[in-house]
C-alpha cells in the first residue's frame, strides 16, 4: 500500500492546528491583563499584631514563588497569624491563608484557609475554574463571575488600584467567593493619613474593604488599611474592629519590595 505524501502532510498539519487551537483556549490568551507596580515575588510583610496594648501575634505576608497552575503563571502567596507564646494560654490562633494570583491578570486560581483559633477550626479549599467559570470547592462545584477574588487577592487586586483622583467616601467595586456564594466586596476610599509604625513614619491612604463574609477574623467588624501612598500601596496598618474589641497589625520589617517606597 502506497502513502500519499500529500495527504501525510496535509494530516500533520490539521493535527497541528487543532493542537494549536487547544493551546491557546487552555493558555487563557482572552484573560484580562492588569499593569502591577504594587508587588512582586520575593516581597515579605511582617506585623506586630496587637490586642488593646498588648502584643497578641505575628503576621507575615509573603511572596514567596510564582507556580503554574493550569499552564498560568501565578504569584503564591502565603498569609499566617500566629499568636505569641504568652497570649497562647487565654486565645490560642494559628492561621494560614493561602492564594495563588494570576501574574498578568491579578486574579485567583486557587484559594486555602486554615483557621485554629481557641476551640474554632475551618479548614476550606477552593479552585477557581476561570475559564469554565466555576468554584470547585471542598463543599460541591459553585457557578462564579469571571475574575471572582478571594479575600487575599481581592487584597492584592485593591494595591493595583490608583486612587490618586478619588474622593473620600467613593468605593470599588468586587466580587468575592466563600463557602458557596459570591458576595459583593465594597472598598471604600477613606482619604490620606500619616502614621508612625515599628518599621517607621510613612503617608498613607486609608480603605476600608466591607466584607460581608469570608474576612481575616472569625468575627464580624470593620476594618480600616493603611496603604503607602506611593505605586507600591505596602499595607503599614490594619485595625479591626471586633465584638471583643480592636485588633491592630502594625508594619515592624519588610523586604523584597517591588522598587523604592518613596512614601516613608
Known amino acids: 500500500m502506497k502513502i500519499n505524501p500529500c495527504l501525510l502532510l496535509s494530516g500533520s498539519l490539521v493535527f497541528l492546528l487543532f493542537k494549536g487551537v487547544l493551546f491557546a483556549q487552555n493558555s487563557g490568551t482572552d484573560f484580562r491583563k492588569i499593569e502591577n507596580k504594587a508587588f512582586k515575588v520575593g516581597e515579605k510583610l511582617t506585623y506586630d499584631v496587637k490586642y488593646g496594648f498588648v ?17 498560568r503563571d501565578t504569584y503564591k502567596v502565603l498569609f499566617e497569624v500566629n499568636s505569641v507564646s504568652s497570649f497562647d494560654w487565654f ?22 484557609q486554615h483557621i485554629r483559633e481557641g476551640k474554632y477550626s475551618r479548614d476550606f479549599s477552593a479552585f477557581f475554574d476561570q475559564r469554565k467559570g466555576k468554584a470547585k470547592t471542598s463543599g460541591g462545584s459553585y457557578d462564579i463571575p469571571k475574575y471572582v477574588n ?11 488600584f490608583n486612587y490618586s483622583k478619588m474622593k473620600a467616601g467613593e468605593k470599588v467595586y468586587l466580587q468575592n467567593f466563600y463557602k458557596d456564594k459570591v458576595f459583593d466586596l465594597e472598598v471604600r476610599y477613606l482619604g490620606k493619613e500619616r502614621i508612625t509604625v515599628g518599621a517607621g513614619t510613612f503617608d498613607c491612604i486609608m480603605v476600608e474593604p466591607l466584607v460581608q463574609e469570608g474576612g481575616l477574623f472569625k468575627s464580624e467588624g470593620t476594618i480600616v488599611i493603611w496603604l503607602t501612598d506611593d ?26 519590595l517591588n522598587g523604592k517606597l518613596k512614601a516613608k
Open 55 to 71: 502584643t497578641a501575634g505575628v503576621a507575615t505576608m509573603r511572596i514567596p514563588e510564582i507556580k503554574k497552575i493550569t499552564g
Open 91 to 112: 486565645y490560642k490562633v494559628r492561621d494560614r491563608y493561602e492564594t495563588y494570583i494570576d501574574v498578568e491578570g491579578i486574579f485567583p486560581w486557587r484559594f486555602e
Open 231 to 256: 505605586e507600591l500601596k505596602v499595607p503599614i496598618k490594619v485595625k479591626t474592629k471586633v465584638i471583643v474589641g480592636a485588633i491592630d497589625a502594625e508594619l515592624t520589617a519588610f523586604e523584597g
Open 150 to 160: 478571594d479575600i487575599i487577592s481581592a487584597f492584592y487586586f485593591a494595591r493595583t
